[in-house]
């Protein structure tokens, strides 16, 4: 079946680390995207990618990194400039052709502070 | 002004009621609406989607949109409680694939 897999599923950060989260995906889709989540704020997107080896910040990029060096796969580092990185991390893929699709998500990554 | 707003709620209703959702936008150029469903400490999953004005069925769900208004809705009927979960509205302009969401409504649906 296809679908996108966040792996892990819980992460723990020391204060100073840099940590990657996973993002794979097998639908074949071109674009792949990066959002936080905090309760009450809704989804923000990080960066965002609809090529590879080409990316693009979103509202809130400060403190993170992205590569896409293949289709399927867009990790995202958390650095240790990022002040409050503990939120739920969102892996997202949709197809670039017009028409209405929406995105498919992973089940997320809970990134917590240590 | 937000481009999209959405009540986060939380709205309580009991089981078998009829729910409303709501959101509304500021960008007219928004063509394609989405709605999608989020249990707790899980991914978002789409519900529904729409082009444009006018309604969309399946099942217990309809989706509705008025552009005249810059006003979409979801209408749950004889609502469950595996219905309890936060909704998110979505949408995007045409020649760009990056969705705007709102913030998402927690609903409660009790037994």
């Known amino acids: 079946d296809g679908g996108i897999t966040q792996s892990p599923k819980y992460l723990f950060r020391k204060e100073g680390q840099n940590v990657t989260l996973s993002c794979e995906q097998n639908l074949n889709h071109d674009a792949m995207y990066w959002y936080r989540q905090d309760p009450g704020q809704g989804l923000r997107l990080i960066y965002y990618?609809?090529?590879?080896?080409?990316?693009q910040k979103g509202d809130i990029a400060e403190g993170y990194s992205v590569s896409r060096e293949k289709k399927e796969s867009f990790p995202l580092t958390v650095t240790s400039a990022q002040k409050n990185p503990t939120a739920f991390y969102l892996c997202a893929s949709t197809t670039t052709r017009e028409g209405n699709y929406g995105y498919t998500f992973g089940s997320g990554t809970r990134l917590t502070v240590v | 002004q937000k481009e999209v707003e959405q009540d986060p709620g939380p709205l309580s209703v009991p089981e078998g009621a009829i729910v409303s959702l709501n959101c509304t936008y500021s960008?007219?150029?928004?063509?394609?609406f989405m709605w999608y469903r989020q249990y707790s400490r899980k991914g978002p999953e789409l519900l529904m989607y729409?082009?444009?004005?006018g309604n969309k069925e399946d099942g217990r769900f309809t989706a509705q949109v008025d552009k005249s208004s810059k006003y979409i809705s979801l209408f749950i009927r004889d609502s469950q409680p595996s219905d309890s979960a936060t909704y998110l509205c979505?949408?995007?302009?045409?020649?760009?694939?990056?969705?705007?969401f709102g913030k998402g409504t927690m609903l409660l649906v009790s037994p």
């Open positions: 960008n007219s150029a928004f063509q394609y």
């Open positions: 990618s609809q090529i590879v080896n080409d990316f």
């Open positions: 729409t082009y444009s004005s």
């Open positions: 979505a949408m995007r302009t045409p020649g760009y694939s990056t969705l705007t």
